[in-house]
């Protein structure tokens, strides 16, 4: 066990020093695909050696559950916001203040680019990352450290050198680089999910989202500018702190990224030029920037400097100016995405702005028109500033053509004609026909997911095959496809036809609640849908519901309720249905009392990799037998269900003393419980 434990160390310790060759120096020493077999091999022992997982291993970064709400932090240190400047005329009263507070002292200052991201607080107490938050209110923030964790650039350990500090709070912004945006917003477009304006929103979104595994997908990056040592007394006497230049420095050797365009100014006039330099070379950069930050380099200097109850007087942020045109408004075109959303486009006169030609600018919806009362032939004003995607600031009124009318967006989809529906309290309008040329992708690639019917090998590639070639115009028509229709297909030969009509027959049997959320009903996900099945045990009886009747059950609001009955009342959609019902899908189920059960009034947490279920999957069967799964291990747990490679949660139901369940001991239980055999198969779906 020695020589194992050995030999995982020396890789996690390999793993580090690679990732911080990559992520943060941006200069690896091994191709990826030794990186990569390296991690193989990491995860194979701990595997195999659960016991000897910890929190700061390389495999554990994306080791949090799905949470619904982010616990507040308090910060130690009040994180303060800067105060802005404009001019480079501010600049010089900025400097004049810090002089005639500290009269006949030599000021020399460090300029930083100001990434266009999001702040956070990282906490390591004993070289390992324990907590990050977001800035907040300053003085409160939320918990993202799971979400924090998934960001390579953030070591989950510090590197371990003698005299350094290893109980810190570090500072610095989460952002994504031009490229990262690019391809995020690729990916979502191609998804049918929303598309970002720009990097900072996209980025304040991903740390927000409530499943780590999500954020770990996203192009996130970090950047530390501040640094805060809890003990001064655990550090060796000859380490430098007595500068923000030398805390940089330190925080590179501690393992942590730090912009290399940190620079020490020796005057304001200094300073100025560096401003004046990168608000013009700014789009050159691999990253949005929208100022510079300018920060007394003395930390004594800036204690006796002291701060306002809102930003600190020793530090500003150089503002750039917003890079603006004006142009023609042509036409205002509506398109449609792949969840059904239509989003109103502007048509623009092409126009130079920042180095490329604008010809078109997002108007989110009709109640931004509405506001800016924006029209066709207007003459207005277009910023693309921080944004990547250019937005119109305001319209030149005197420039109006006489006889414009307000725009409206028309009450019909300018795709496939039917209704569009507006949500009360919401801007966003939808079409919401399953069977809508410019949203039938995502829909069938929806139904068909492991989330809804499971259906396998029904991948992006050959849904846009089969509705391309016409032979599918909605999910309904899976189920009447036939084996020459698949065989035919690019990379498609007779077996693999064959696997996936035995997948789609396969898909019919999978329960209620599956089928619910594989409909794509807004707002009705895997949660909601399993609320419906239980309450009414059939489609039809959901389609007959009126709106009192399903706000009045637990868990549906009136915004969920409305969206139902949305879906309901489009013919299209019940056509759809119908063709589902005659293929022998399962539309209804027995209403069971959960009561009764096995597992009736128990409380379990899943962690860790099922080799016999999926999560979902395991769920279902749990809860068929009376029992409820929750997200977090609380003293009300009653089991934790144990799979290959667990997490945090593992060691914290050990720790509260709850029953551990292994898979086998699941799989014994629920056989004689539902007097039937299970396969012995990875990953297997189990008919209820």
């Not at 002291?306 to 020793?314: C, E, I, L, V, Y």
């Not at 040329?437 to 995502?442: E, K, Y």
């Not at 706000?551 to 139902?564: L, Y």
């Not at 947490?605 to 997200?631: H, M, N, P, Q, Y």
């Amino acid at each position: 066990m020695s020589d194992v434990k050995k030999k995982i160390e020396d890789l996690r310790k390999e793993l580090r020093f690679h990732e911080y060759r990559y992520y943060v120096l941006g200069d690896p020493v091994i191709s990826d695909y030794e990186y990569d077999r390296m991690m193989e091999e990491l995860i194979a022992l701990e595997k195999e050696n659960p016991e000897l997982i910890t929190e700061d291993s390389p495999t554990q970064r994306v080791g949090g559950e799905p949470t619904k709400e982010f616990p507040p932090v308090i910060h130690q240190i009040p994180m303060l916001s800067l105060a802005n400047t404009y001019t480079q005329e501010e600049l010089f009263e900025f400097d004049g203040r810090i002089k005639k507070l500290l009269p006949g002292e030599k000021i020399e200052y460090v300029t930083e680019l100001k990434f266009d991201g999001i702040a956070v607080s990282l906490i390591y107490r004993n070289g390992l990352f324990v907590q990050g938050a977001t800035r907040g209110d300053g003085n409160r923030g939320d918990d993202i450290t799971q979400n924090l964790r998934t960001i390579k650039s953030i070591p989950l350990k510090l590197f371990d050198k003698p005299g350094y500090p290893k109980n810190i709070e570090v500072r610095g912004e989460v952002f994504m680089s031009k490229k990262g945006f690019a391809s995020l917003n690729r990916s979502q477009e191609k998804a049918g999910d929303k598309i970002f304006a720009n990097p900072r929103n996209a980025t304040a979104g991903s740390l927000k989202l409530q499943d780590p595994s999500l954020t770990a997908k996203r192009p996130l990056e970090f950047s530390a500018y501040f640094l805060h040592v809890f003990n001064r007394e655990e550090i060796k006497a000859d380490l430098d702190l007595s500068t923000h230049r030398s805390h940089l420095n330190l925080l590179r050797e501690l393992g942590l990224p730090v912009s290399r365009y940190a620079v020490l100014r020796r005057s304001i006039n200094d300073v100025v030029d560096f401003c004046n330099m990168w608000e013009e070379k700014r789009d050159s950069l691999p990253f949005e920037i929208d100022g510079i930050v300018v920060k007394v380099n003395s930390i004594d200097q800036q204690k006796r400097i002291g701060s306002t109850a809102k930003s600190p007087r020793w530090a500003i942020a150089y503002k750039f100016k917003a890079r603006q045109a004006t142009t023609k408004l042509l036409d205002i075109h509506l398109q449609v995405g792949r969840t059904g959303v239509v989003t109103p486009v502007a048509v623009l006169e092409p126009v130079q702005l920042a180095g490329s030609t604008i010809s078109r600018a997002t108007l989110h919806n009709e109640d931004e028109i509405i506001r800016k009362d924006i029209r066709i032939g207007d003459t207005v004003l277009i910023e693309k500033g921080g944004d990547v995607i250019p937005k119109i600031v305001k319209v030149i009124s005197e420039k109006r053509p006489s006889g414009s009318k307000p725009f409206r967006i028309p009450d019909t989809c300018p795709v496939c004609h039917g209704p569009l529906v507006r949500i009360e309290g919401e801007a966003r309008v939808q079409c919401e026909n399953v069977s809508c040329p410019a949203q039938v992708h995502r829909r069938i690639e929806h139904f068909a997911s492991r989330s809804a019917m499971d259906i396998d090998g029904f991948g992006d590639a050959l849904v846009e095959q089969l509705v391309n070639k016409g032979v599918i115009r909605d999910y309904g028509d899976i189920y009447f496809l036939k084996k020459e229709d698949l065989a035919n297909l690019e990379r498609m030969g007779q077996k693999s036809a064959e696997n996936i009509l035995n997948s789609i027959e396969q898909s019919k049997k999978r329960p209620l609640s599956r089928v619910i959320f594989g409909l794509g009903i807004r707002y009705v996900g895997s949660g909601v849908a399993s609320i419906l099945a239980d309450h009414f045990g059939s489609i039809d009886k959901i389609k007959k519901a009126d709106l009192e009747e399903l706000t009045n059950i637990e868990g549906i609001g009136s915004v969920i309720a409305e969206s139902i009955k949305n879906f309901f009342n489009q013919e299209n959609n019940l056509k759809v249905i119908e063709k589902l019902r005659k293929a022998g899908v399962v539309m209804e189920q027995e209403i069971k009392d959960k009561k009764k059960g096995i597992f009736a009034g128990k409380i379990f947490v899943l962690t860790g990799a099922l080799s016999r279920f999926t999560r979902d999957g395991a769920a279902e069967l749990i809860e068929s037998e009376g029992g409820e799964v929750k997200s977090g291990v609380s003293r009300n747990t009653d089991y934790i269900l144990v799979g290959q490679n667990p997490g945090s949660k593992y060691r914290k139901a050990l720790d509260l003393g709850i029953e551990v369940m292994d898979e086998n001991t699941f799989v014994s239980i629920l056989e004689k419980a539902k007097k039937k055999k299970f396969p012995d198969t990875n990953q297997l779906e189990i008919e209820l």
